[in-house]
């Protein structure tokens, strides 16, 4: 069975640094792309970016490259978001998902940014 | 950044009844790698409808995709109590990959 496996929910400060996790089982980690999605309260969701585990390369949208960053390790299939600088907007729930025509989702990591 | 409309934002119907979402792109969506998703509270979404026309595993058949180009619809035959919620097409073909806004699915 395909399963994604996210990381807990968070709660940090303005200005922090976070990296949330999620672990792929059930099928081969290194044949299928891993994307991130934001979904903010009560709002749409938005891809992030995406990484091919098999060599890590990384693809981000224009409207979060450069505050995050998404990276894998393939010897313990998972990957991985990760913030340097969180900010109050950054709260959101945020999900790992599968491949192309994405098929699989995790069951999302909430990330809650207050001072 | 291809851009994706999705019409109407809201639909009331009352189960058994017919439901068709649209998604707009902002220009053609290559190979047809558009994908329907439906999300209820709470929940992650799951897919529907990838390739534009072919259903995912395990989707009854009262949910059918259909379009190419910059057009594609979301067809739900006869509504069951369990299909109101959130739908979203994603493109997958031109990097970013992008989602419409979504269309509620609410009971009349």
């Known amino acids: 069975e395909v399963q994604l496996v996210q990381s807990g929910a968070e709660v940090k400060k303005p200005g922090e640094s976070l990296r949330i996790s999620c672990k792929g089982s059930?099928?081969?980690?290194?044949?299928?792309?891993i994307s991130w999605v934001r979904q903010m309260p009560g709002k749409g969701l938005e891809w992030m970016g995406r990484?091919?585990?098999?060599?890590?390369?990384?693809n981000y949208s224009p409207s979060f490259q450069g505050h995050v960053t998404i990276s894998a390790d393939k010897s313990i299939s998972t990957a991985y978001l990760q913030w340097n600088t969180l900010k109050a907007s950054d709260t959101a729930m945020y999900y790992c998902?599968?491949?192309?025509?994405?098929?699989?989702w995790g069951q999302g990591t909430l990330v809650t940014v207050s001072s | 950044e291809i851009v994706l409309t999705q019409s109407p934002g809201t639909l009331s119907l009352s189960p058994g009844e017919r439901a068709t979402l649209s998604c707009r792109a902002s220009q053609s969506v290559t190979s047809s790698y558009l994908a329907w998703y439906q999300q209820k509270p709470g929940q992650a979404p799951r897919l529907l409808i990838y390739?534009?026309?072919t259903r995912a595993t395990g989707i009854p058949v009262r949910f059918s995709g259909s379009g190419s180009g910059t057009d594609f619809t979301l067809t739900i035959s006869r509504l069951e109590p369990e299909d109101f919620a959130v739908y979203y097409c994603?493109?997958?073909?031109?990097?970013?990959?992008?989602f419409g806004q979504g269309t509620k699915v609410e009971i009349k």
């Open positions: 390739g534009a026309s």
């Open positions: 059930g099928y081969s980690f290194t044949n299928y792309y």
């Open positions: 998902a599968r491949g192309g025509g994405i098929d699989y």
């Open positions: 994603l493109q997958y073909g031109s990097s970013p990959w992008t």
């Open positions: 990484i091919d585990p098999s060599d890590s390369y990384t």
